[in-house]
């Protein structure tokens, strides 16, 4: 006879074991993929948005030429200073000739950078520096700025890094001052050539925010205040960059209309600004801010106009779907959930989907693993150790490939392991760069030395997995193996052993398995 | 060993979300449609809860009890969803035959029907996701003695119930 526990819970299972819910995986990822964007989007843009308006340069637009400039010295004001434009703006915006080479793709794995073929060129997923990127964009000289969803230790929050061409390691660009926040806009060339990267330092005041609208010049690290945006009611402004031209954005009850300056000469007198477009229209300045691509929000058709003459400049069909629209160097990328579409006047690139974050078209990039390894002179993470590997009864082979992968791990020999997980087509855990020495060294640099990890685990009883490896631990193949558990402990940690057997899937840590015939046939962690 | 222990600490919550929805969406739809009686309310609310989850990922991956807060999104997205709707059970009872099945215990049903939804969720989590108090707790986001008590009080209320009859 069953007691009331018991007969509830057989009551319970009765009632739901024949319940299925049909499998919406794909669609459960495009819906949070398009919530991502759309937040991520209200987030960076409406920060300037927040914003609001300016007593400067939508007021100098009205105005038209002979108002104030946008240009400004950072004051402690938060209007901008007077001085005087010329009444005819010269035409300082630089041609964009180069061709898009593919798109860097800012997300919480980190970094990505695709070829406009849709091959990996680089991966930078190291969990401090690189994991959890909110925003990127090419710094105009083979560089690339980013910003975190969440800042890592030792920077600050909203601190803007730069992984130069070459570097080794990130570098600030700008931190946030006590009080503010940091919300990056863009990169564009200036008048001279320069690389800018665009800002918002936002402030908090009693009465609402005042943001600063500044550009830093990336070679020399100068800063100057282009326009201070102050917090007006009901008034919602967003921007964007693209060379030395800023785009306001207002939406209004039933328009989008956008106004353009110069950020040395001024307001740009554009037909575009007498232009009512739906509200939830798309617009991207082009890197050089000559032209402004226009995409209906899932709509199918981009149009390139001139920002200076409203003209049509070419389009182009778009598939359905399009969530996002981004800037780069010399096109624009439109995600999709079914792909991500890289842009130009000359052409048009299908690249994989990205699934969570931004895909941002670059023209060159001099960055390299090294990035992400610390660079060549640093050193290794692996420290040799003296390993005593205990007898198992196992099949020649078998016992071979244990005895050579134990000696390969402790001396640190990441080639010499390579070359097996070349030879025998290893399965290494994912998030692998492609290279097994690049991920391995990356993770120990992080701190997780999976060489360490890999030696320690051929220490401990093994057990034949359903495929037929040989596996260490052996709670990978009988999680209720509590000689396996207790060997872990000295290994994990009793706290990470007690949690890797509460989570309840089976064992999740660290494992390697032999094949009977030698092949290494794997070393994963996770899933 | 701490190296170690981050290395598996980290790789754990780096699961990646697919393999988290394979694992946990039957599991969390059917401890919806267990506590509100209503299958295609749970449907909507299992997609609803692990979208958001998506969304926000790379944070939910990091919880002690990841499957415990989809279902607690869940459960508010479909209160305030029955509140919206007006619906019959807008007083926290369940249809008669939710699941539209022959009842395996009808006694059993008839007193899990009169308890309140609170009561009700933790019945559901206890008895049919198999979790512990702690998980419970941090599911509901309720200390996990307070988990202990309220389910003992449930216990013994249901207790009483099927064993005078």
Redesign the interface.
Known sequence: MMN??E???????????????????E???E???R??IR?RTVRVLGAAAVVALFVGVLNVLDTGPGGPPVATEPTPDTRPTETTVPETPPTTIPTEAAEPRGVIVAG?DGLTVLDRDGNTLLELTD?GPYS?VAWAAPDLSGGIVFQH??TPMPWEQDTVLRLAPGATEPSVVVSPPSGANIVPIGTGEGEAGQPLLYYLVDRPTDVGSVSRLTAIDLDSGETREIQSLEYEPGVSVMLDVGGPVVAFTRDGEDCRQLEFAHISDGPIDSPLSDECFPRTTMTRLSADGQSLATLPFQGTELVVRSVRTGETLWQREIPAGAFNLTAGEAGWAVQTPAETLLVSESGAWSLPPVE?GLAVPFVDLEVGYDAGLGGEDAALPCQPQEIGLPPQDLPPAVAETREQLAALAASCDYEGLAAIVEADGTTI???AAGDPVEFWVA?GRA????L??LA?LLTTTPAEDPAGYWAWPAVHVDPSNEVSWAELE????A??TE??RQ?G?GY???RVGIAPDGTWGYFV??? | ????????????R??????F???H??PV???L??TLGD?EL??EA??EA??????R??TVSTYDNAPGWVYRVGLNWARSRLRKQTREHLDDRPPDN??D?P???PD??RA?RELPLEARTL??LR??MDWSYEEIGAALGIPTGTAKSRLHRV?NE??QK??TK
Do not use: C
């Open positions: 009331t526990e007969r509830i819970k057989s009551h319970l299972k009765a009632m739901t074991s024949h319940l299925v819910a049909e499998d919406r995986l669609q459960v990822m819906e949070g993929r919530r991502q937040a919480p969990a959890n969803e969440t969570q855990s994912f998030g993770e701190g997780r030395d999976p360490a990890v320690a000295p290994i994990l940690g706290d990470t949690e890797l989570y899937e999740l840590g660290w962690a996770g899933d | 060993m701490t190296a170690l222990r981050q290395a598996t600490t980290t790789r754990l780096q699961r990646q979300f697919p393999d929805y394979r694992v969406h039957q739809f059917r401890a449609a267990a299958i749970a449907k299992t997609d692990m979208t958001r989850a998506y969304q990922w790379t939710p699941v099945q009842l395996p215990d059993v049903e899990l019945v559901v008895h049919l216990m249901l207790r099927l064993e």
